[in-house]
């Protein structure tokens, strides 16, 4: 009797213990409810409220991202449930659910590509029946002839025959044409909106442990790589007495393979794959800013000039997120067109971030989506730029005082002027001045003016040596309502020959650098004005020597 007694207490004592080692096991499709969005990369953030039974619990989120970080993978439940383990895997096996417009594009893909299919077949019959047509066109034996009646009946039942073949295989092939041709279109289409056939997707699979049936909510975060945003600039400014209204704007594009449908959105400016150990502070070493002309980067920015910039030879690489340090042109040539190319820029060292008040959906086509981040009214003062010798429209430039403290990141602006579309500048940022020069294009109604003086332009032969006398006029006319500042640049030769000299005979007060022979006049110009300056240098050299005393540009033609 006690040994029952004590076989039955170990059986329960075993159904007890496989009653707390039982897994439950339920399945989560949760779509995507927040993200914060990076120049590379992304967070995103699912919620899930779920039944917990007593005991172990297995969850497994479905559907997600086959692009996820496994390292950045957060998950909280709560204070009463244990997390015992997190892992992820991509299941090749369920593929992602496909958008309903490419899901329609694909159908009507079927369809074309079974009429195309059919048709195939019809033309392959016609041509049968042609075929055994011709291979028996002979009428009669070899010894025997064939009455004219007979032979005219034959050559009428070929003939016609033969053209009813003939008709309808041209409506045939004309058909598959058309098909085949709406079949191209439809592959353009869903190469277009990045539709890959058999993605696969993610499963994260979490363990808990709950002493209690509980029902708890379960917050899933992670890193997703390619997707991202970079910023896009609406400068509008009404008169050059008006301050500027800037217009903070994003491109975020996605392209994780799952759609992010009304999610709230941040941008930041952070580095998502910033480790946990302790910062290490580098050296600060102080070196002169390149390229840091306003008036340069609206020429290298403008609408002729490429869509996207590689800086210094740097390219981020979609797949791998590793700097290659290449020529940029040995990189594109060998670099793999990938749906989006990426250029380094230089942000500040504490990161910025955006609330973004409107919720926004973005599709996972690799495509930019515009999402509103902030708008700013800016004080700003106003002054022209002319290189009259290069280009005579006097371009106006807004100068922005304070501008650190608006976390811009740099990027191209479309520029507005009185309501009018005027061409796309840049946002540089890299300045150490506290005044950002932005570019609002040329001024038409500041007009410049630059001509040869023929009277004071000579060219002598004095002994052994050719002296060159070179005069100009630059005419400057305001025929705004206002007073405008301006100003306006030229330049001397700089000799790089011990026989060569330049020597300025008037620069009209202008003030000149030495070293490059930059001459530049600011100048005040009252409305209705017109004001003059008067250039003229002369370059002497050796009599036999034949020198480039003039510029000349570089252009392309057609060559016949």
């Not at 495509?367 to 290189?387: R, W």
């Not at 004095?462 to 705004?480: C, D, P, S, W």
């Not at 330049?502 to 003030?511: A, D, H, N, T």
């Amino acid at each position: 009797m006690k040994k029952i007694v004590a076989s039955l207490a170990i059986l329960f004592a075993v159904l007890g213990m496989n009653a707390q080692t039982t897994e439950f096991t339920q399945e989560v499709n949760s779509p995507v409810q927040s993200a914060i969005i990076y120049l590379y990369g992304a967070e995103v953030n699912h919620s899930k409220q779920v039944a917990l039974n007593q005991g172990r619990n297995k969850i497994v989120f479905i559907g997600l991202s086959p692009k996820i970080v496994s390292k950045s993978i957060q998950v909280n439940v709560g204070n009463s449930v244990s997390i015992l383990s997190i892992s992820d895997a991509v299941n090749y096996m369920a593929n992602q659910k496909e958008s309903q417009k490419i899901k329609q594009l694909k159908d009507s893909l079927q369809l074309l590509s079974e009429a195309v299919a059919l048709t195939n077949y019809d033309i392959d019959a016609y041509s049968t029946e042609k075929n055994m047509l011709l291979k028996n066109q002979e009428i009669g034996g070899t010894d025997k002839g064939v009455a004219v009646a007979e032979l005219k009946l034959a050559s009428d039942f070929y003939r016609t025959k033969i053209k009813e073949i003939n008709t309808e295989l041209y409506k045939l092939e004309k058909k598959t044409k058309l098909l085949n041709e709406n079949i191209s279109k439809i592959n353009q289409q869903l190469n277009e909106l990045n539709a890959k056939s058999n993605q696969p997707t993610s499963e994260i699979t979490i363990l808990l442990y709950s002493p209690t049936k509980v029902s708890a909510t379960i917050d899933l975060k992670y890193i997703v790589m390619d997707a991202g945003w970079a910023p896009s600039y609406d400068l509008k400014a009404e008169d050059i007495n008006q301050p500027i209204e800037l217009k903070y704007r994003a491109k975020v594009f996605n392209n994780t393979g799952v759609d992010w449908n009304d999610i709230k959105i941040k941008l930041s400016t952070a580095d998502p794959s910033q480790s946990a150990a302790k910062p290490i502070l580098e050296t600060w070493n102080l070196d002169y800013v390149m390229n840091n002309t306003a008036y340069k980067k609206y020429n290298e920015y403008s609408n002729n000039a490429p869509a996207m910039q590689l800086n210094e030879g740097y390219m981020q690489n979609a797949i791998s997120g590793e700097l290659e340090m290449q020529k940029p042109k040995q990189k594109m040539q060998q670099q793999i067109k990938q749906p989006i190319e990426f250029e380094e820029i230089q942000v500040s060292e504490l990161s910025a971030e955006f609330d973004i008040k409107t919720n926004y959906t973005v599709p996972s086509d690799a495509k930019p989506y515009i999402v509103d981040v902030t708008e700013y009214k800016l004080p700003a003062t106003y002054k022209h730029y002319c290189v009259a010798k290069l280009d005579r429209d006097a371009f106006l430039l807004a100068r922005i005082t304070g501008w650190e403290d608006l976390n811009l990141v740099e990027g191209p602006a479309n520029v507005y002027f009185s309501g009018t579309y005027v061409g796309q500048s840049y946002v540089y940022t890299r300045s150490t001045d506290d005044t950002l020069d932005l570019s609002l294009g040329r001024d038409n109604k500041v007009l410049v003016t630059r001509s040869k003086i023929k009277e004071y332009s000579s060219k002598k032969l004095l002994g052994n040596t050719t002296k060159e006398t070179f005069a100009y006029e630059m005419v400057i006319k305001n025929n705004r309502k206002t007073a405008v500042q301006i100003d306006l640049e030229d330049q001397l030769p700089i000799s790089t020959k011990s026989d060569i000299t330049v020597e300025p005979l008037e620069i009209s007060k202008g003030e000149l650098d030495a070293k490059t022979g930059k001459l530049t006049w600011a100048q005040t110009v009252q409305p209705g004005e017109v004001k003059k300056i008067t250039l003229s240098f002369s370059i002497k050299y050796p009599r036999n020597a034949t020198i480039n005393s003039q510029n000349m540009k570089r252009k392309y033609r057609a060559k016949f």
